[in-house]
């Protein structure tokens, strides 16, 4: 059993898909950073292409999208994409290959399927792709027949599907209406175009939910197969992202039923044989990120935990995000402005950070205790960061162990708040983040 610490978990951390985290970018890093960063790359790189287009904005999203209802601004916007990948395939070291790529956004599906494929078309054009693992996200209110032959023909593996939960009541209390069979049809498509790993991404601690509600949504995912699962908190930040105002604050559950729902929804899935990676992301044991973690070789990047052993993620199309050994770089987030951009044959990238040497070795720590729950600790960094895990030690919740600093196993929940204290960003920063758990 997870034991209840609240005081641990009162400071909001982030996610630690990199680090510095994204609250660290700043406006000092520009197209000339990214052409460097690129030229440097040899080997294997990863891609990530983000379409932000939706044919509904549901209300807790925080994701850089809009409604896909004009189609001279999508047009518009596939223009410059296209013109991104000519400029970043162009600008790629000698010798570079992709070994994946992954479609994001908003709703890759939420453009035409025509528009998909010539997308397809474009970066077969002008990368060296070496056979690489194709992955999408997709909108099941708009995964049609003719998406599941588009997804067959081009060979896609793996695709993730916005589940967040399958109880009409609170569909509408977050303003994403998708009835089970809409669900059910959706992974039937996906698993008749050869798609062999499907995720569903489902929410805990939404207005209204009761525990029967999580166990009906476990139930169903469960019974209709799922590969992967992740199970994500939902984070209240009207503040931050103004459509979340319409969701009732006043019925969201409170931070102890919150807890009680992520251990419940964990114990319930391993119960059910998945492999946790993590605490809150769940796969079947054949499943090849399962497999990183039985091997000690899960990572964790942009796209979060992963198994890709790529050190360069390249993030193409508006607000989609680099990340290189010493950069990490975000494209222009404005849809508009991203365009001019690139209708100047400028490379979009206008914010971000320069890595530091101490901040990949932090970075390194941050990566190994997330996804193996244990990293060696420099002497130095144990100086400073020891004094500050102790409330934590002295739950039992981590421990040294010689070099190594290990997170104890029932303790997933309080990782994150471990490792931010080898963030000293986050010292001054704590208010920008949501809740650990």
Known sequence: MWTYHPQLLAIPVPRYTSYPTAAEFNASIGPRHMAQALAAEHGLVSLYVHIPFCEKICWYCGCNTSVANRRERVASYLDGLHREIALVAA?????????????????????????????????????????????????PRTLTAEWGAVIASLGISRA????????????QAIGRIQPARMIENGTALLRAAGVASINFDLMYGLPGQTMADLDDSLDQTVALGADRIALFGYAHVPHIISRQKKIDAGALPDARTRFAMAEHGYRRLLDEGYVAVGFDHFAKPGDAIAQAVTRGTLRRNFQGFTEDTAPALIGLGASAISGFAGLLAQNEKNAGRYRMLLSQDRLPANHGILRSEDDQRRGRIIEALLCQGRAAVPQDLRCEVGPMLGAFEDAGLCSFDGEDLVIATDALPYARSIVAHFDPYRRDSVRRFSSAI
Do not use: K, Y
């Open 91 to 139: 600008g790629l070291g000698a010798g570079a290959r992709v070994g994946r790529i992954a479609f994001g956004g908003g709703s890759p599906n939420g453009i035409s399927p025509v528009d998909f494929v010539r997308l397809m078309d474009a970066l077969t054009l002008h990368f060296d792709l070496d056979n690489p693992v194709l992955s999408i996200e997709l909108d």
């Open 160 to 171: 993730s599907m916005g589940v967040q939960t399958f109880a009409g009541p609170l569909q």
